[in-house]
């Protein structure tokens, strides 16, 4: 089967995680990856770091698919300021499920995101654009998540849950059923969340 080529925006420790999903997808040759000035020449995982932010005009003009594949904890606008000049450059940015992962077919996956190995995307929910969906994170029936979002390892979304755009929800959390987790958020790891969390709120405790 014919390949097509993408190239990886991000040369961190997320973008491993990341290369192992696309070669296990199958669907996409990765050509290098877009890094920092200090990481041009650098390898992930034998993929070289052909580039920065500044090359992605004139390499855009031969390859077509991209991807961002940097991680977010403290802040999304990383993510969401790259992602939009990708799209503003005419890439086109597809969304990656892992071979291991599970995607009800009465789901809806956004563009340029990308489910990890075990993760399980129930009937009804959508996820939106540019999102993370990590290693055996749960999202359960009718769940909305918003573009620029990451849901980290392990994490269960139950039923009804929402969340805001560019939220990040900790590895291991779990969000009871309805629960609405505003834009921007911060939900720490672990952590048992019972009630709605305002816009920009960081969610330390176990228990709101």
């Known amino acids: 089967m014919h390949k097509k080529e993408i190239l990886l925006i991000g040369a961190g420790g997320h973008a491993k995680s990341c290369i192992d999903v696309i070669e296990a997808e199958g669907k996409f040759q990765i050509v290098g990856l877009i890094g920092g000035e200090s990481e041009k020449g650098k ?7 052909i580039g920065d932010d500044s090359d992605l005009p004139s390499l855009g003009q031969k390859i077509r698919n991209a991807i961002v594949v940097i991680g977010q904890i403290k802040t999304f606008e990383i993510r969401k300021n790259i992602y939009l ?6 890439y086109n940015l597809p969304s990656i499920v892992s071979p291991l992962a599970y995607v009800s077919k009465y789901a ?13 995307v129930n009937a ?9 969906i990590n290693s055996r994170s749960l999202i359960e029936h009718d769940v909305k ?29 779990i969000l009871k059923e309805g629960v609405s987790i505003g834009s921007g958020c911060i939900v720490g790891m ?19």
């Open 43 to 49: 390898t992930v995982l034998n993929y070289d770091v």
């Open 85 to 90: 000049k990708l799209k503003s450059l005419g």
């Open 108 to 120: 809806k996956i956004g563009d340029g995101t990308m489910l990890l190995h075990h993760s399980i």
């Open 124 to 132: 009804g929910a959508i996820v939106g654009e540019n999102c993370i």
């Open 145 to 173: 998540i918003e573009d620029h979002c990451h849901v980290s390892t392990s994490a269960v979304l139950n039923g009804h849950c929402q969340v805001g755009e560019g939220s990040f929800i900790g590895s291991g959390s």
């Open 190 to 208: 672990g952590s048992i969340v019972i009630k709605n969390v305002s816009d920009r709120e960081t969610f330390v405790s176990r228990f709101a």
